[in-house]
């Protein structure tokens, strides 16, 4: 087998974490063909780093012309996926795109638009349709376990030093994330098309910023503030807090001790959602940025029965009709850091994708519909009305 030639485009924390992943798979499969970035310095700094001897390449127009590629990905912020997508595209090239696929529905439809012309796949790197409890539940759900879905109702509970970062970090604009809601929450949201096997056809939304607002007597930084020892986001950055912060956020993210309250920003730290699925269920979905844990709460509801888990427990009740005892179903854990499994899984599934000369409308529709309920949420919040959603 002839291995994949890949580029890299992003040598960000995510770019870094496909170096992992193709260091742990067996050789042959896929290989370097490019680091790609915008500065001479910062990838060859990376590919030091990392000990890579493939080529450099500054500019995703020289990427273009570069005819030993077979396929992208780009790892570039949230907020600049479209350009590179769509030269990427244009050039033969097929694309995994990190989530969330872009931070506004102009440049989602652009990059959906240039996958359909090109013919070639486009897959996003949604890591938690790889997560041993998520195809479980797609399984039991899809399988007809509770019947035919009516109901899913989720709580999205980020948890409060999590949520906290985010105001400490670009993420707080919606310009560079399209809002918290598109940022974090598009796992989630993607996750129930996964496990429902169905697409939102409505949505009507409400939100808002209700936690971090501005706090009277704050200082605009912890350094200058007075009021820091009743206040639980107070940023000392001592070490204990830096480790927090880095296993939280990452270790390429350096912890700034913005004020969460003062700092300026335009996302919402809460937000709830009813939505209509083509397949006739129901969602009712809210998202909290203060929870005492961060978690996935998800109960799926049926004709047939119900199943309630949470994806931190990696534990599912089901409770099938008429009254028969809960079955209890404890879903092993993935080895590895974080979700290390997943990130393989996700390139090794993109790898088989072009090996098999897979149809490539599947993976729009998905792409599309990952980000349209947050889109259509977020108009929501804005008219007050009902937002209706279709297919690409």
């Given at each position: 087998?002839?291995?994949?030639?890949?580029?890299?485009?992003?040598?960000?924390?995510?770019?870094?974490?496909?170096?992992?992943?193709?260091n742990?798979?067996?050789?042959?499969?896929?290989?370097?063909?490019?680091?790609?970035?915008?500065?001479?310095?910062?990838?060859?700094?990376?590919?030091?780093?990392?000990?890579?001897?493939?080529?450099?390449?500054?500019?995703?127009?020289?990427?273009?012309?570069?005819?030993?590629?077979?396929?992208?990905?780009?790892?570039?912020?949230?907020?600049?996926?479209?350009?590179?997508?769509?030269?990427?595209?244009?050039?033969?090239?097929?694309?995994?795109?990190?989530?969330p696929?872009a931070?506004?529905?102009?440049?989602?439809?652009?990059?959906?638009?240039?996958?359909?012309?090109?013919?070639?796949?486009?897959?996003?790197?949604?890591?938690?349709?790889?997560?041993?409890?998520?195809v479980?539940?797609?399984?039991?759900?899809?399988?007809?376990?509770?019947?035919?879905?009516?109901?899913?109702?989720v709580?999205?509970?980020?948890?409060?030093?999590?949520?906290?970062?985010?105001?400490?970090?670009?993420?707080?604009?919606?310009?560079?994330?399209?809002?918290?809601?598109?940022h974090?929450?598009?796992?989630?949201?993607?996750?129930?098309?996964?496990?429902?096997?169905?697409?939102?056809?409505?949505?009507?939304?409400?939100?808002?910023?209700?936690?971090?607002?501005?706090?009277?007597?704050?200082?605009?930084?912890?350094?200058?503030?007075?009021?820091?020892?009743?206040?639980?986001?107070?940023?000392?950055?001592?070490?204990?807090?830096?480790?927090?912060?880095?296993?939280?956020?990452?270790p390429?993210?350096?912890?700034?001790?913005?004020?969460?309250?003062?700092?300026?920003?335009?996302?919402?730290?809460?937000?709830?959602?009813?939505?209509?699925?083509?397949?006739?269920?129901?969602?009712?979905?809210?998202?909290?940025?203060?929870?005492?844990?961060?978690?996935?709460?998800?109960?799926?509801?049926?004709?047939?029965?119900?199943?309630?888990?949470?994806?931190?427990?990696?534990?599912?009740?089901?409770?099938?009709?008429?009254?028969?005892?809960?079955?209890?179903?404890?879903?092993?854990?993935?080895?590895?850091?974080?979700?290390?499994?997943?990130?393989?899984?996700?390139?090794?599934?993109?790898?088989?994708r072009?090996?098999?000369?897979?149809?490539?409308?599947?993976?729009?529709?998905?792409?599309?519909?990952?980000?349209?309920?947050?889109?259509?949420?977020?108009?929501?919040?804005?008219?007050?009305?009902?937002?209706?959603?279709?297919?690409?």
């Amino acid at each position: 087998m002839t291995p994949i030639r890949l580029a890299l485009l992003g040598t960000g924390g995510r770019g870094q974490i496909y170096v992992d992943v193709m260091n742990r798979m067996e050789p042959g499969r896929a290989e370097w063909a490019a680091m790609v970035g915008r500065t001479p310095a910062t990838v060859a700094n990376f590919c030091a780093d990392n000990e890579l001897a493939c080529p450099q390449v500054i500019g995703v127009e020289k990427l273009a012309d570069m005819d030993d590629v077979d396929a992208v990905l780009i790892c570039t912020p949230d907020y600049a996926h479209r350009e590179p997508a769509e030269v990427c595209f244009a050039a033969g090239k097929h694309c995994l795109v990190e989530k969330p696929l872009a931070t506004n529905p102009e440049d989602a439809r652009a990059i959906c638009r240039a996958a359909r012309d090109s013919g070639k796949i486009l897959h996003l790197g949604f890591v938690l349709r790889y997560d041993p409890l998520a195809v479980r539940l797609r399984e039991m759900v899809q399988g007809g376990a509770i019947g035919r879905p009516i109901a899913t109702i989720v709580h999205e509970a980020v948890g409060w030093f999590h949520g906290s970062t985010y105001m400490r970090r670009w993420n707080r604009f919606r310009e560079m994330s399209g809002d918290m809601l598109l940022h974090k929450g598009c796992h989630t949201l993607d996750i129930i098309n996964f496990v429902s096997g169905a697409y939102p056809t409505r949505v009507a939304a409400m939100g808002g910023l209700d936690v971090f607002v501005p706090r009277e007597g704050a200082a605009d930084f912890c350094r200058d503030c007075a009021l820091t020892a009743d206040c639980i986001y107070y940023a000392d950055q001592g070490e204990e807090y830096r480790r927090r912060f880095y296993e939280t956020a990452g270790p390429q993210v350096l912890p700034e001790d913005h004020c969460v309250y003062n700092v300026d920003k335009d996302t919402t730290d809460n937000t709830s959602l009813v939505a209509q699925f083509d397949n006739g269920m129901r969602l009712s979905y809210t998202m909290t940025m203060v929870s005492p844990r961060g978690d996935r709460r998800v109960t799926f509801i049926g004709t047939d029965g119900e199943i309630r888990c949470d994806m931190h427990s990696y534990r599912i009740e089901y409770y099938a009709l008429p009254d028969r005892p809960t079955e209890v179903i404890d879903v092993p854990r993935p080895e590895g850091w974080g979700h290390q499994h997943h990130d393989r899984a996700l390139l090794e599934h993109f790898l088989r994708r072009i090996e098999n000369a897979e149809d490539p409308e599947e993976g729009i529709q998905d792409a599309w519909m990952s980000g349209a309920i947050a889109f259509a949420a977020l108009e929501s919040m804005q008219t007050g009305r009902f937002v209706d959603i279709e297919r690409f």
